[in-house]
């Protein structure tokens, strides 16, 4: 017994002692460090309970920039929005380590997205040449070294993956297809998750999270990846899967290891498998990202790569567009006003459209719209308005755009976090300046910009025109904003102008829900579009009504890493809109 309680004794000191050794300690220079008791842990108890007010705390004590421990991770925290400048503009400051790690814990090892291991070669292969050629190991940003290194041919896998994404989902002619894949992918969406129950009951009690779900899953699956006419079910399948896998997407990111969580491995296994073996020879209207991301890959694929970049591409593309279209369509439901202006103003967008000539429909058109007709019943809306609405209409809808902006400032809580590449020193927007370690991280949450009473009047309430200027035709108000809607001859614009004090902040800076900077997320356009299409769908032609007003909690296990799901279900009543009148609106 006393051999026991000696050995747990000296077991607690060799704790005791490397946990003293290894910990942090602040360098001249640095900003000031905030002590935790718990080891590892650090501030994530406090910080996951009450994040904007547990920082507000720390910042009168520190200032503006102080140093802290979070669930492992040691980052500087930047508490003034003026201060995403610099954050923005240090080029030894980096996220691709961060995102690769991030996609290394949700679908494995080995992948190419933003790291592999032929990259690590590459990489030292370039540094020990560029020592030979005498070259200087300048550090290039991000964006330069992408499109630097885009050289078919001769570019490294990441790069290639990295180069994919953003040109297919940042590139204006790649968007407009993607665009007019949505739209039809939308159409059938809808008619797929919901119209043999309201056909059937008339009624649908169904709960609103679960069916944003539903609907993006649908709807991305079948936008990226093409459908194949011989399964039926392929999309359900493969949804029921990804719902589980899904569900513990944020442990997995808070890297707790898969093996702990056996059914959420045993889903990423199937999911793998069901996706490597999807036959892309029968499959139509593959997106032209995934077509150049398989092309990419190598056609024998035994480590299943190829898979692990698909998976993580339509993790990627349903993690926050999901509770992102959940909070948009719940505000608007809550919020008569805002639904009648939206409806009002897409109402006048095709009062104008149906004026002018119609357009002559390409046979594509025709086909999907017969295909579409066949698969649904009478009754069953054609939803042509939808089916036409083409990307440069969705972008004068600005009304909707300021209810979804205004959403996005409400429950977007993403903290971009960036690691020095090398010792580096950040200087803030008062002329302060501070040390940063190689390997440490940096971080700047965006609610902290989304809830500042110098930015935003009233930040907690829900104002759905926050986001809009108007003036009248020929007014030069806000000249830089290209969208714009015209109601009652006056001429309505996205705001584009937004101050802290006298110090103008970027329409970028002052929403960054989708990041900031250069790595802001390539998806934000693409999840615009999905959005603003499945609320207009649903507005348009069916009654949703919710269950109660109450806002739900958010989910803070999510914190982070873009926008939170509530905590609880919303049900909603879903019925479908008698057909519409002449005029009118709802
Ligand atoms: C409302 C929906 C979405 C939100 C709020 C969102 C948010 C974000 C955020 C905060 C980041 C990290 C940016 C940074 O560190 O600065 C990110 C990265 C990323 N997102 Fe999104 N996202 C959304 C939808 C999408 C969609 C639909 C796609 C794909 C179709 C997508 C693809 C990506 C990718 C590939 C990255 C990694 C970027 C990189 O390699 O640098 N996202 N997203």
């Not at 002692?17 to 008791?37: A, D, Q, S, Y």
């Not at 902290?448 to 007014?475: C, W």
């Not at 830089?480 to 103008?504: H, M, P, Q, W």
Request: with cysteine; aromatic share 10%; hydrophobic share 35%.
């Amino acid at each position: 017994m006393a051999l026991f309680g000696t050995l747990v004794l000296v077991g607690l000191n060799v704790v005791f002692f490397v946990i003293f050794f290894n910990k942090r300690r602040r360098r001249m220079g640095e900003p000031p460090l905030v002590n935790h008791w718990l080891p590892f842990i650090g501030a994530a108890l406090d910080f996951g309970k009450d994040p904007i007010n547990y920082l507000k705390g720390l910042q009168s004590r520190h200032g503006d920039v102080f140093s802290m421990k979070i669930a492992g991770w040691d980052y500087h925290v930047f508490m003034n929005p003026l201060d995403v400048k610099s954050l923005e503009k240090n080029k030894d400051l980096d996220h691709r380590e961060i995102i690769g790690d991030f996609a290394s814990r949700m679908v494995g090892d080995p992948h190419a997205i933003l790291k592999c291991p032929e990259d690590e070669k590459d990489e030292k292969k370039g540094f020990l040449s560029s020592l030979i050629r005498g070259e200087s190991n300048h550090t290039k940003s991000p964006s330069t070294e992408r499109r630097d290194s885009f050289t078919p041919g001769k570019v490294p896998p990441r790069e290639k993956i990295t180069n994919i994404i953003e040109s297919n989902l940042r590139g204006s002619a790649q968007l407009n297809a993607l665009c007019e894949s949505c739209v039809k992918c939308t159409v059938k969406a809808i008619s797929r998750n919901l119209q043999d129950t309201v056909m059937e009951q008339k009624h649908v009690k169904t709960g609103l999270y679960k069916l944003c779900q539903r609907f993006v899953f649908d709807l991305t699956f079948n936008m990226l990846f093409g459908s194949n006419p011989d399964e039926e079910n392929e999309t359900q399948t493969i949804f029921d899967e990804f719902s589980v896998f899904n569900n513990n997407s944020a442990l997995l990111l808070d890297r707790i290891p898969i093996h702990l969580l056996p059914a959420t491995k045993r889903s990423r296994d199937r999911i793998l498998d069901l996706l490597g073996k999807l036959d892309w020879s029968r499959r139509y209207d593959v997106s032209r990202m995934v077509s150049e991301m398989n092309k990419c890959a190598p056609n024998s694929d035994p480590d299943g790569r190829r898979a692990r970049h698909l998976l993580v591409t339509l993790w990627a593309a349903q993690a926050n567009t999901v509770p992102a279209l959940f909070w948009t369509l719940f505000y608007l439901l809550r919020n008569g006003d805002a639904r009648y202006a939206v409806m009002s103003e897409l109402s006048e967008l095709l009062q104008k459209k149906n004026r002018r000539k119609l357009r002559r429909r390409s046979s594509d058109y025709i086909n999907f719209k017969k295909k579409i007709a066949a698969e649904t019943c009478d009754k069953w809306p054609e939803m042509e308005d939808i089916l036409e609405m083409q990307r440069k209409e969705i972008d004068k809808l600005v009304i909707l755009d300021s209810c979804f902006k205004e959403t996005m400032r409400l429950v977007g809580s993403s903290m971009s976090i960036r690691k020095a590449k090398k010792d580096t020193i950040l200087k803030t927007w008062n002329g302060d300046k501070y040390k940063i370690r190689k390997g440490d991280y940096t971080t700047f949450y965006a609610p902290l910009t989304h809830f500042d009473n110098d930015i935003y009047s009233d930040p907690e309430e829900y104002i759905y025109d926050r986001f809009l200027e108007s003036g009248y035709p020929g007014s030069s108000i806000s000249s830089d904003c290209s969208n714009s809607s015209i109601t009652c001859s006056k001429v309505l614009r996205a705001k584009c102008r937004f101050y802290k004090g006298e110090k103008r902040i970027s329409p970028s800076r002052a929403i960054m829900t989708f990041g900031y900077g250069l790595t802001r997320c390539p998806g934000r356009h693409i999840a615009t579009i999905e959005i603003k299409l499945l609320i207009l769908s649903m507005l348009k032609y069916f009654n949703v009504v919710l269950g109660s007003d109450d806002i739900p909690e958010q989910d803070l296990t999510h914190l982070g890493f873009g926008i939170m799901p509530p905590k609880n279900e919303v049900i909603v009543d879903i019925s479908l809109k008698a057909p519409e009148r002449k005029g009118s609106v709802f």
